[in-house]
């Protein structure tokens, strides 16, 4: 990746310069949400403790937040960003040391200590904040909060913020890389006809007057965008899993008419955790909970608070994403949105570039569901059919440090790629094994595409990097030329990154090892190759 370079502006504290990269301008501003500038680099976030009170009828927020913090370098009268996007609005800002001064700077609130900071010492700031937060034009797709009515006419509220980032509602440390450590305690407060649901367990609900606050708490760190409170008129149904660790705690919470339809098609979660425990482990947050929450949007995987809107039907809004007829077969947001519970909520980026590490391997998962609720002949189908989806537009990989994300193929393409390393290492406990270290090693931790990579490759014993390189960072698939002539077969790649090292088994047991340069083997028998299609190759016959 190649180093991006730009020019910070000091006048009368941040004026917003701009970041240049290629045919592409990224503001001062992309940069101060999407890199760890010297505004973040020295502190570090252990807790959120906040309220939110959200008004229907204005469709406005309010509430406060604090935040507790680690120093982890020594610094002096240094400069605090909390970002808080317009045009929501800081009111009093508090902290548990001195303040020289602090401003809301577009989307950031911009705190100048008046101090000498020590590494390892702690503290804590608290904003209070409010506003008619962006409305959703269509979540989850574009980030805002949704103001709408249920099917009965009752109010039913909850944001959506994975790509815009959880501070167009509330003021946080707005970066992927710095999850709080301790977890959340999540108010929320709600007219005592509604229901407010969050994040963890709900561990008290007070009602004061026509007001009524419950109280959720998560234990574990979490990503900031899994951060969402949901209001609505909900009733709530209970089971448990006997999982890895002991007994999940399974806990829904659906809108009053929708309770007879979640009982039964929420019987699915079961399957879905006992597949994805066999393949990734244990689910990374039994002190928290597994939940699935109705939402006014399609879903979102919102760790230990899973929003669901498939309308309790299978398919992907009863449609098949695959065309093959597999997809119908499970619900696809009870199966996706969880799958996110191991790769994106208990294995984050640190970047949003490389969000492929959340979406690639969760629509892998849905293969690997199928192969456990079904059979294997039916996972290959369904993965070989995703590639339907696949536009080859542009790499993975998105442009760091400026919350940029990279294509949506990190979704079909992506999986596709961990279904051909599958092919390569030939052994699919050891692979299932590696998806199992992948969550035990990095649990509950931020990574880079680079850990990532490493990891497989080391766990494989097999250099992969130029395979990641092929498919995370070009728009090229390799094509596989051949020609065939009696028990001879002669072949190339083309289309590829230079040296790809990715050997490919033909007729069940044989490995050849193709380059860009024409080579030729000899077949075990005359009869025409017999190519896998589980690679995620073209192959051209060229005779």
């Not at 970041?19 to 502190?43: A, C, H, M």
């Not at 009170?53 to 120093?71: A, C, H, L, R, V």
């Not at 007070?206 to 998560?218: A, D, F, H, R, S």
């Amino acid at each position: 990746m190649k180093k991006l370079s730009y020019t910070l502006l000091f006048v009368s504290g941040i004026a917003f310069g701009q970041l240049f990269e290629k045919d592409k301008v990224y503001s001062k501003q992309d940069t101060l949400k999407g890199s760890n500038t010297q505004f973040r680099n020295f502190w570090d976030v252990k807790k959120y403790d906040f309220s939110v009170e959200p008004d229907f009828e204005q469709k406005s927020i309010k509430g406060t937040n604090k935040i507790s913090f680690q120093i982890i370098k020594d610094v002096t009268n240094p400069v605090f960003q909390i970002d808080l996007q317009q045009p929501m609005k800081a009111g009093k800002v508090t902290a548990s040391f001195p303040i020289a001064n602090y401003k809301q700077d577009g989307d950031f609130i911009l705190i100048t200590a008046k101090k000498k900071f020590k590494k390892g010492e702690k503290y804590t700031i608290d904003v209070d904040y409010s506003g008619n937060p962006l409305i959703a034009q269509n979540a989850p797709w574009d980030g805002g909060w949704v103001f709408t009515k249920d099917e009965k006419g009752h109010p039913w509220m909850s944001p959506a913020v994975q790509g815009i980032g959880s501070s167009i509602w509330l003021p946080t440390k707005d970066i992927w890389s710095d999850e709080p450590d301790n977890g959340i305690v999540m108010k929320i407060i709600t007219p005592n006809d509604l229901v407010g649901i969050g994040n963890g367990r709900l561990i008290d609900k007070k009602t004061t007057g026509n007001k009524t606050t419950y109280t959720w708490e998560v234990k574990n760190p979490i990503n900031d965008y899994s951060i969402i409170p949901n209001i609505g008129k909900y009733v709530n149904f209970k089971d448990t899993f006997d999982g890895e660790k002991g007994k999940l705690d399974l806990d829904y919470w659906v809108l009053d008419y929708n309770l007879e339809k979640a009982k039964k098609q929420f019987e699915q979660v079961k399957p879905m955790l006992s597949a994805f425990e066999h393949w990734f482990g244990p689910y990374p947050f039994y002190e928290d909970s597994y939940k699935l929450v109705d939402s006014p949007y399609l879903g979102m995987e919102h760790q230990s608070n899973v929003a669901y809107g498939n309308g309790y039907q299978n398919g992907y809004r009863g449609k098949d994403l695959s065309g093959t007829g597999v997809g119908l077969k499970w619900d696809y947001i009870i199966i996706h949105e969880s799958g996110h519970e191991w790769f994106a909520n208990n294995i984050t980026a640190k970047d949003e570039a490389d969000m492929w590490i959340h979406e690639s391997f969760t629509m892998y998962s849905e293969v690997l569901f199928t192969e456990n609720y079904l059979d294997k002949k039916s996972a290959d189908l369904y993965l070989i059919g995703i590639r339907g989806n696949i536009h080859n537009d542009i790499p993975i990989i998105g442009k760091y440090g400026v919350r940029n994300e990279g294509s949506g193929d990190m979704y079909p393409k992506g999986a596709n790629m961990l279904h051909t390393i599958r092919q390569v290492i030939n052994n699919d406990e050891k692979f299932r094994q590696i998806l199992r270290g992948l969550g035990k090693d990095f649990y509950h931790q931020t990574v880079t595409t680079k850990q990532i990579e490493d990891y497989i490759s080391s766990k494989a014993g097999i250099d992969f990097s130029t395979v990641f390189d092929q498919y995370l960072r070009t728009i090229k698939i390799p094509t596989l030329e051949y020609s065939q002539n009696g028990d001879t077969l002669k072949f190339r790649y083309t289309d590829v990154v230079k040296n790809l090292k990715l050997p490919v088994i033909i007729n069940g047991d044989q490995t050849i090892n193709p380059t860009e340069e024409w080579q030729a083997v000899k077949l075990k028998k005359n009869t025409p190759v017999e190519w896998n299609k589980n690679y995620y190759i073209n192959y051209l016959n060229v005779q």
